[in-house]
Structure formats: structure tokens, C-alpha cells
């Protein structure tokens, strides 16, 4: 059970925010409860969409953006996004069963997207101090600047959903993620 209320509906959700859920249920075909919960704060639902909106028209793939949130939400142990990320992966980026556990273990059996993700776990248990070596790894495995900028964006962005939900106690709604082999 959540730590605060989730509006039921659209109609139930603060004024302020029910815009930005009608353009969320318009565009999944329904409004998932982290969506609901973060609409307590219509700002931090603005925010939280603008970013995601403006990350995923950044240069980084829909599969490598969803290897970097299933990382970051394993390193981070919330089960909400776990569950979320592993159906968005294999359901929308089209990741196998073993790339997902891969992502989750912080690598990929794609050679180039796993130093993106090796990277991103590095910049969520490092907090972000990360060294030279690690930037020039990234680099040399053909990630542009922009490309590098935009790994520590999505960390940020799936952190905050992380903390959201771990914070909130927030009622996951999608299929629970499998657990990860020993």
C-alpha cells in the first residue's frame, strides 16, 4: 500500500495534473500508478514528463535507454521499475529474456550498449564520481559527447522514478519482475 494517495482516475488527480495524464493515457492506453502517484505534485509530474519527453528524442535507442533504466532500478532495488522496465523491454524494445537479466547484472551481450550500461551503474553506485578511464571507455566504444551527456541523463531520470516509488511505497501495477538467477 502506498505512503500517500494514489488518485484512482484522471478525474480523481489534482487539476493541475490531469492534462499531463490524459497525454500519458493517450499515448500507453492507460495511466500507470507511478504516473497517478507523482500527479500529487503537478510540477514534479511536469517535470518528470518534460524530461522523459526530451530523453527520448535524444540519440540514445529505445533499447539501450531501457537497458540503462533496468540497471539502474536493479542497482537501485526498486521493484516498481524493475517490474516496469522488464515489460517495457521486452515488450516495446523487444529485449530478451537474457538481455534483460543481463541489464540487470549492469552489462548487455550487445558489446557497445554494454559500456553504456556498465557506465551507468558506475554513475549510480559512484554518485556520479566516476574517472577518467570510465569517460574514455565510453567514448571509445563510439558514444558520442551528446551520447555521454545523455547516459547521466537517463540515470538521473530512472533514479528519480526509483526514489518515487521506493519513497512512496508505490503499488506496482504491471507483472512482478522475475528474480535473477544466483
Known sequence: MSRIPTPAS?????EASKASLEAVNNLLGSVPNLFRIVANSPETLEGYLGLNGALGKGLLDAPTRERI??????????????????????????????EIEANRRGSSSDAKAAVAVEFAVKVVKNRGKVSDSDVVAVRAAGYS????????????????TNYVNEVLGTEVDFPAADGLAA
Open 69 to 98: 533504466a533496468l540497471a539502474v532500478a536493479q542497482v537501485n532495488g526498486c521493484n516498481y521499475c524493475l517490474a516496469a522496465h522488464q515489460y517495457l523491454g521486452a515488450n516495446l524494445a523487444k529485449l530478451s529474456v537474457a
Open 145 to 160: 559527447d551528446a551520447e555521454l551527456v545523455e547516459i547521466v541523463g537517463h540515470v538521473a531520470l530512472n533514479t528519480l
Open 10 to 14: 484522471i478525474a480523481d488527480a489534482p
